[in-house]
């Protein structure tokens, strides 16, 4: 296992160990033994015809694991639940992921996959909702919507021929402005009803996309009518480019409170993904009421003591969900 | 290297404005600093430094050798470092010279000083054992493991631990030889002497983006800077070297008031660095 | 020179039949998709693991599998006397290559068709005292081996087997396993194996001085035994991490 590159001393060492042990004994009785690791055979039955899942092969008669991981079986199904790997995407899949090429109708996008994925022009909406027809105007204006670099979210709609296609057919898809980015791994990320956060009293988005890249930035209003929003958008991105002033810049920049609530969130994250713990919008909270309950300094929650708070917190958060 | 987009650009930039950056540090905070000494059994010293993401080694190796016929009452140092395509894929091959050439000449600036070597960080004189004749050539070497910026500070504190780790065999220098003969010299296999680190320097590197600078920058920083200031700071509180990077001007007063900054940045690091330093040894022996 | 004392131990202290320490660590390099340190004797190594990722290079992008790309780097201090060496020496080529080989053996390339894997091999230190660095690179295969598959693991790509590596000798008259530097260099046959051990397949199989051909297969079946307890330790190592990984993320 990963060491925690933090230089823990004796007792956070003992605190962390045990908080752990807990998690660990919490954890087997749901979960009796499935792991395995390549080469391992996997023990099935075989009167009831079998379906080879991902992560695994026939060897000589024998259900063999290609993955370390955790088997799941759904009825005849056998497969292979991999853990530390690139994002696997499914359709429907609400991602964000970064632009990395203006092609011919089309971006490509990095998420985390082992290929680039594409959104093509037409996959995206006009604002008032109509497809959107690919003019040669539509093309030529392409980098107005999205050029290199930017961060976007969108949704995975299949595979197609190319390789992986994306859409973002609706006003809460689309170019993220201001915030930070953070990769963790992707099996960190459960598939949820909710991927999009509107955290209301701390005025910020949090997006986390199934591929492990999850946004924290200051909140954007999602207008229906979102024309006026675009044309602002562009109007900001124009005075950013040219940044006519310094002075000017500087007004523009993310409140004090704002920022030290992106801060907190993102540092959040960050301790929870060193600490391999599953995250989701109640745990990130809970991390983040913790902190400021406790009076950690934000760039604090990167270190060690916090980090053991937050495990002895989980190990108690996760006793209390089984005991209901 | 970094590809940003225009919103965290300037997310970024407006954090270091207004003093929190993007994980809460302020403009001066640094990042944790991990230190472990005695990594690599074959060499005479050795230390391996992480700070956040970004993880160095460094080497000692010293070797018998001659002085050079302008400077008989001085060792040699030499210094190199390279980039471990595990950092990076953009690393393989040559990928990483250009920046491994950065970082050896930079802190060459920054330990060793001028040609004459007088003024070095590394006390010189020290490594003579027969003037004129025979000195310890100390070879250092870097490796950056995985990069996540701020390379030149981390191979520095590295290579300051690496030295306070390394031990120099006493050398018995059989009497006798006189005129141009090389004296035969017997070294100890047990005996070994402690480099005298206490002058050895630290490096602070001050990035400046925007109207402020900030210390020990994520490599996302870094990719926002108009230009960086790398000065090296003994215990004393003397300057050993400066070198400045990034093509955008600076104004002279901005770099005497970033100056006199590293200097209390460098009292910081240079206690944090001695008690890791005194705790990794600690832990060393006790292992 | 005697290799084997009478009272059948080496010069190091082991017994003819006995490994260096092994260890064998997850997760060191934390941008990588995978990374992994291997630790036989005094040979510590670092393999980091990216991709599955798109080719950069579009023309050697390949419509039916994986393209799997390995490089091989020593550290200026990996060696005992230093020396500057160029990067992509022969030498380095050569190890490259056969741990490329190795490894594309056991990947399931044909899963992951017009992508591009990366394997970084770099040798923080080789067991060889004094030595030329010539020597002590070939002594490092089997770590190189052992430390990418690990590494490959981590990062979750597909493989049919665990391919794990070691190298047996022979000297005065006895077979011994994983030669250190010493006894590496005293002029013995040197095999170095790597086996698939679920599917009991041999992958990479260098030997190098004359051996009759009976005493050969001794050598070998010690050097297949050596692989094995390798494949053990290294399953137990992915086993726990697995598991690790698993608990901690809860449910």
Redesign the interface.
Same mark, same amino acid.
């Given at each position: 296992? !990963?060491?925690l590159?933090?230089?823990l001393n004796q007792t956070q060492k003992v605190r962390l160990q045990r908080a /752990?042990e807990k998690?660990?004994s $919490? #954890? =087997?009785r #749901? &979960?009796s033994n499935a792991? @395995?690791?390549? #080469?391992?055979s996997i023990p099935v039955n075989y009167e009831d015809g079998l379906l080879k899942g991902h992560?695994t092969?026939e @060897?000589n008669g024998e259900v @063999?694991a290609?993955? %370390?991981?955790?088997v799941e079986r759904v009825n005849k199904l056998v497969y292979v639940r991999? /853990? *530390?790997? *690139?994002y696997k995407p499914e359709v429907g899949d609400i991602i964000v992921g970064?632009v990395?090429e203006v092609a011919p109708k089309r971006w490509r996008v990095e998420i985390n996959y =082992?290929?680039?994925a594409v959104l093509m022009l037409s996959s995206m909406n006009l604002p008032d909702g109509i497809q959107r027809r690919r003019t040669a105007l539509d093309e030529l204006n392409m980098r107005s919507i999205f050029e290199? &670099?930017?961060?976007i979210c969108a949704e995975v709609r299949g595979f197609q021929h190319d390789g992986l296609h994306l859409q973002a057919r609706s006003q809460k898809y689309g !170019?993220?402005? *201001?915030?930070? $980015?953070l990769t963790v791994p992707s099996?960190?990320v459960k598939r949820r009803k909710q991927h999009f956060h509107h955290l209301e009293n701390y005025g910020i988005d949090l997006i986390l996309g199934c591929n492990g890249f999850i946004w924290v930035?200051e909140h954007v209003e999602v207008t229906d009518d979102m024309l006026v929003d675009h044309k602002s958008q562009q109007h900001d991105?124009k005075a950013? !480019?040219n940044s006519i002033s310094?002075e000017d810049?500087?007004k &523009?920049?993310?409140t004090?409170q704002t920022?030290?609530n992106i %801060?907190?969130t993102? &540092?959040a994250i960050?301790a929870l993904s060193t600490?391999?713990?599953?995250i989701t919008v109640e745990v990130i909270m809970e991390t983040v009421d913790l902190s400021s309950s406790i009076n950690v #300094?934000?760039?604090e929650? $990167?270190?060690?003591e916090f980090c053991v708070l937050v495990a002895e917190k989980?190990a108690v958060r996760?006793s209390m969900t089984k005991k209901k | 290297m970094v590809g940003l987009s225009i919103g965290e650009k300037h997310f970024i930039q407006g954090g270091i404005a207004q003093d929190i950056r993007s994980d809460g540090r302020k403009r001066l905070t640094p990042r944790p600093i991990n230190v472990k000494t005695g990594v690599i059994s074959q060499a005479n010293g050795s230390a391996r430094v992480r700070m956040g993401a970004t993880d160095v080694i460094a080497s000692v190796k010293a070797e018998l050798g001659r002085p050079t016929a302008l400077q008989p009452d001085k060792g040699k140092v030499f210094i190199n470092v390279d980039c471990s395509p595990t950092a990076a894929p953009m690393f393989e091959g040559r990928g990483g010279e250009e920046l491994s050439a950065e970082l050896s000449v930079a802190l060459r600036h920054c330990l060793l000083g001028g040609k004459s070597g007088s003024g070095a960080g590394i006390e010189l004189s020290s490594l003579v054992v027969v003037e004129g004749k025979i000195c310890w050539d100390l070879y250092i070497d870097g490796l950056v493991v995985s990069s996540d910026g701020n390379l030149l500070d981390a191979l520095g504190a590295a290579i300051k631990a690496a030295l306070s780790n390394t031990g120099i065999p006493r050398v018995n220098v059989a009497a006798g030889a006189s005129g141009d003969e090389q004296p035969e010299v017997d070294v100890s296999d047990e005996e070994f002497l402690q480099f005298d680190t206490s002058k050895v320097p630290v490096i602070v590197t001050l990035t400046k983006v925007g109207k402020h600078y900030i210390v020990d920058a994520t490599s996302e920083e870094e990719s926002q800077m108009s230009s960086a200031v790398s000065i090296s700071v003994n215990r004393q509180g003397h300057i050993c070297g400066l070198t400045k990077r990034g093509g955008a001007g600076l104004d002279p007063s901005i770099i005497l008031d970033m100056v006199s900054v590293a200097k209390t940045v460098s009292e910081q690091l240079i206690n944090t660095l001695d008690s890791q330093i005194a705790a990794a040894e600690a832990g060393e022996d006790e292992s | 020179m005697e290799y084997v004392s009478p009272e059948g131990l080496r010069l190091d202290g082991r017994r003819p039949m006995e490994m260096r320490q092994i260890r064998g660590e997850i997760g060191v390099v934390d941008k990588a998709d995978g990374s992994a340190v291997f630790e036989m004797g005094n040979t510590k190594v670092i393999a980091a693991v990216y991709g599955p990722r798109e080719v950069p290079n579009r023309s050697q992008q390949m419509n039916d599998r994986a393209l799997v790309r390995c490089e091989y780097t020593m550290a200026n201090f990996s060696t005992g006397d230093r020396m500057r060496k160029p990067k992509g020496d022969r030498r380095s080529t050569e190890i490259s290559l056969v741990i490329r080989q190795t490894m594309e053996a056991c990947i399931m390339t044909h899963l992951m068709p017009r992508t591009q894997i990366d394997i970084f091999v770099q040798v923080l230190q080789a067991d060889g005292g004094k030595s030329r660095c010539l020597i002590a690179a070939i002594g490092t295969r089997s770590a190189c081996i052992n430390a990418a598959t690990l590494a490959l693991s981590d990062a979750g790509i597909p493989m049919r087997d665990l391919v794990t590596s070691c190298s047996a000798g022979y000297l005065n008259s006895t077979p011994l396993l994983d030669l250190n530097y010493v006894e590496d260099s005293a002029g013995g046959a040197d095999v170095t194996l790597g086996i698939m051990p679920k599917l009991d397949k041999v992958t990479l199989l260098q030997m190098d001085a004359k051996l009759p051909l009976d005493i050969f297969e001794n050598v070998m079946q010690l050097a297949i035994e050596g692989c094995k307890a390798v494949a053990t330790y290294i399953r137990q190592v992915l086993l726990e991490n697995t598991k690790q990984l698993e608990y901690r993320r809860g449910t």
């Amino acid at each position: 296992m !990963k060491d925690l590159q933090l230089s823990l001393n004796q007792t956070q060492k003992v605190r962390l160990q045990r908080a /752990l042990e807990k998690l660990e004994s $919490l #954890a =087997s009785r #749901a &979960n009796s033994n499935a792991s @395995v690791t390549v #080469a391992d055979s996997i023990p099935v039955n075989y009167e009831d015809g079998l379906l080879k899942g991902h992560g695994t092969s026939e @060897v000589n008669g024998e259900v @063999v694991a290609t993955v %370390c991981g955790v088997v799941e079986r759904v009825n005849k199904l056998v497969y292979v639940r991999s /853990l *530390r790997a *690139r994002y696997k995407p499914e359709v429907g899949d609400i991602i964000v992921g970064r632009v990395i090429e203006v092609a011919p109708k089309r971006w490509r996008v990095e998420i985390n996959y =082992s290929h680039d994925a594409v959104l093509m022009l037409s996959s995206m909406n006009l604002p008032d909702g109509i497809q959107r027809r690919r003019t040669a105007l539509d093309e030529l204006n392409m980098r107005s919507i999205f050029e290199e &670099n930017d961060v976007i979210c969108a949704e995975v709609r299949g595979f197609q021929h190319d390789g992986l296609h994306l859409q973002a057919r609706s006003q809460k898809y689309g !170019k993220l402005g *201001r915030g930070q $980015l953070l990769t963790v791994p992707s099996y960190l990320v459960k598939r949820r009803k909710q991927h999009f956060h509107h955290l209301e009293n701390y005025g910020i988005d949090l997006i986390l996309g199934c591929n492990g890249f999850i946004w924290v930035g200051e909140h954007v209003e999602v207008t229906d009518d979102m024309l006026v929003d675009h044309k602002s958008q562009q109007h900001d991105t124009k005075a950013d !480019k040219n940044s006519i002033s310094p002075e000017d810049q500087e007004k &523009n920049y993310t409140t004090q409170q704002t920022r030290e609530n992106i %801060c907190r969130t993102a &540092n959040a994250i960050r301790a929870l993904s060193t600490l391999g713990f599953s995250i989701t919008v109640e745990v990130i909270m809970e991390t983040v009421d913790l902190s400021s309950s406790i009076n950690v #300094a934000i760039h604090e929650m $990167l270190g060690a003591e916090f980090c053991v708070l937050v495990a002895e917190k989980e190990a108690v958060r996760r006793s209390m969900t089984k005991k209901k | 290297m970094v590809g940003l987009s225009i919103g965290e650009k300037h997310f970024i930039q407006g954090g270091i404005a207004q003093d929190i950056r993007s994980d809460g540090r302020k403009r001066l905070t640094p990042r944790p600093i991990n230190v472990k000494t005695g990594v690599i059994s074959q060499a005479n010293g050795s230390a391996r430094v992480r700070m956040g993401a970004t993880d160095v080694i460094a080497s000692v190796k010293a070797e018998l050798g001659r002085p050079t016929a302008l400077q008989p009452d001085k060792g040699k140092v030499f210094i190199n470092v390279d980039c471990s395509p595990t950092a990076a894929p953009m690393f393989e091959g040559r990928g990483g010279e250009e920046l491994s050439a950065e970082l050896s000449v930079a802190l060459r600036h920054c330990l060793l000083g001028g040609k004459s070597g007088s003024g070095a960080g590394i006390e010189l004189s020290s490594l003579v054992v027969v003037e004129g004749k025979i000195c310890w050539d100390l070879y250092i070497d870097g490796l950056v493991v995985s990069s996540d910026g701020n390379l030149l500070d981390a191979l520095g504190a590295a290579i300051k631990a690496a030295l306070s780790n390394t031990g120099i065999p006493r050398v018995n220098v059989a009497a006798g030889a006189s005129g141009d003969e090389q004296p035969e010299v017997d070294v100890s296999d047990e005996e070994f002497l402690q480099f005298d680190t206490s002058k050895v320097p630290v490096i602070v590197t001050l990035t400046k983006v925007g109207k402020h600078y900030i210390v020990d920058a994520t490599s996302e920083e870094e990719s926002q800077m108009s230009s960086a200031v790398s000065i090296s700071v003994n215990r004393q509180g003397h300057i050993c070297g400066l070198t400045k990077r990034g093509g955008a001007g600076l104004d002279p007063s901005i770099i005497l008031d970033m100056v006199s900054v590293a200097k209390t940045v460098s009292e910081q690091l240079i206690n944090t660095l001695d008690s890791q330093i005194a705790a990794a040894e600690a832990g060393e022996d006790e292992s | 020179m005697e290799y084997v004392s009478p009272e059948g131990l080496r010069l190091d202290g082991r017994r003819p039949m006995e490994m260096r320490q092994i260890r064998g660590e997850i997760g060191v390099v934390d941008k990588a998709d995978g990374s992994a340190v291997f630790e036989m004797g005094n040979t510590k190594v670092i393999a980091a693991v990216y991709g599955p990722r798109e080719v950069p290079n579009r023309s050697q992008q390949m419509n039916d599998r994986a393209l799997v790309r390995c490089e091989y780097t020593m550290a200026n201090f990996s060696t005992g006397d230093r020396m500057r060496k160029p990067k992509g020496d022969r030498r380095s080529t050569e190890i490259s290559l056969v741990i490329r080989q190795t490894m594309e053996a056991c990947i399931m390339t044909h899963l992951m068709p017009r992508t591009q894997i990366d394997i970084f091999v770099q040798v923080l230190q080789a067991d060889g005292g004094k030595s030329r660095c010539l020597i002590a690179a070939i002594g490092t295969r089997s770590a190189c081996i052992n430390a990418a598959t690990l590494a490959l693991s981590d990062a979750g790509i597909p493989m049919r087997d665990l391919v794990t590596s070691c190298s047996a000798g022979y000297l005065n008259s006895t077979p011994l396993l994983d030669l250190n530097y010493v006894e590496d260099s005293a002029g013995g046959a040197d095999v170095t194996l790597g086996i698939m051990p679920k599917l009991d397949k041999v992958t990479l199989l260098q030997m190098d001085a004359k051996l009759p051909l009976d005493i050969f297969e001794n050598v070998m079946q010690l050097a297949i035994e050596g692989c094995k307890a390798v494949a053990t330790y290294i399953r137990q190592v992915l086993l726990e991490n697995t598991k690790q990984l698993e608990y901690r993320r809860g449910t």
